[in-house]
């Protein structure tokens, strides 16, 4: 007589579990996902903030042109520096334009190029004004004498690490003898920028 075999299914046997869900119940369970996750937010904190502080390290320093200026003065050097792509801000409060200090000394000479150096004269361009007829010649010396003064104020005022200038120059009358004759002479006034220290090798030359 045959017989069937049949299978015999034990009622306490357990289905196997999912590994990878079984590991992140015991996950939760222990707090390693916790502990996990909070130290991938913080690492996203670091980043964040460190790429912040690059961002804002980078960023330029805006510093004055110039101490002064007019409202039509401030519309030409704007249109000047936007033109050279020179990079500018106006200040809301004083008007005056800000560039990055480090390319102060490129739109000084950008704006001087143009005749709106703030100088507090005019230089050269006073000689090419229109003088009247019969000016003495005290006028005409006294003009050149001070056209010189600016235009070296514009020259000097150009240098690196220089705000402003002011020169005074002393040009005696010259004789007509050789060894009476005196030397001429000149006063410096200079403004440094901010934190931006007059170099020795400036003051020499």
């Not at 069937?4 to 996950?27: C, D, H, R, W, Y």
């Not at 670091?46 to 960023?59: D, E, N, Q």
């Not at 050097?77 to 033109?83: I, N, Q, S, V």
Request: overall charge neutral; aromatic content about 4%.
């Amino acid at each position: 007589m045959s017989t069937t075999p049949t299978s015999i299914s034990n009622a306490n046997s357990v289905p196997p579990q999912n590994s990878a869900g079984f590991g992140l119940k015991e996950m939760m369970a222990s707090g390693a996902l916790y502990r996990h996750a909070t130290g991938l937010l913080a690492l996203a904190g670091v980043i964040t903030l460190g790429i912040g502080l690059i961002m804002w390290a980078s960023k330029p320093t805006f510093v004055p042109v110039y101490d002064r200026i007019n409202n039509h003065d401030a519309q030409s050097m704007a249109e000047t520096l936007r033109a050279d792509h020179i990079p500018f801000q106006i200040d809301n409060n004083s008007g005056l334009i800000l560039v990055p200090a480090g390319q102060v000394q490129q739109a000084r000479m950008k704006l001087s190029a143009e005749g709106l150096a703030d100088t507090g004269g005019m230089g050269i361009e006073v000689l090419e004004k229109d003088q009247r007829l019969g000016t003495s010649q005290f006028v005409e010396k006294a003009r050149y004498h001070h056209a010189l003064e600016t235009e070296l104020s514009r020259t000097i005022s150009s240098m690196r690490n220089i705000d402003s200038a002011r020169v005074h120059l002393a040009l005696p009358k010259q004789s007509v003898f050789i060894r009476d004759r005196a030397k001429p002479s000149a006063s410096v006034m200079i403004k440094a920028l901010p934190g931006r220290p007059i170099e020795d090798n400036q003051v020499t030359a």
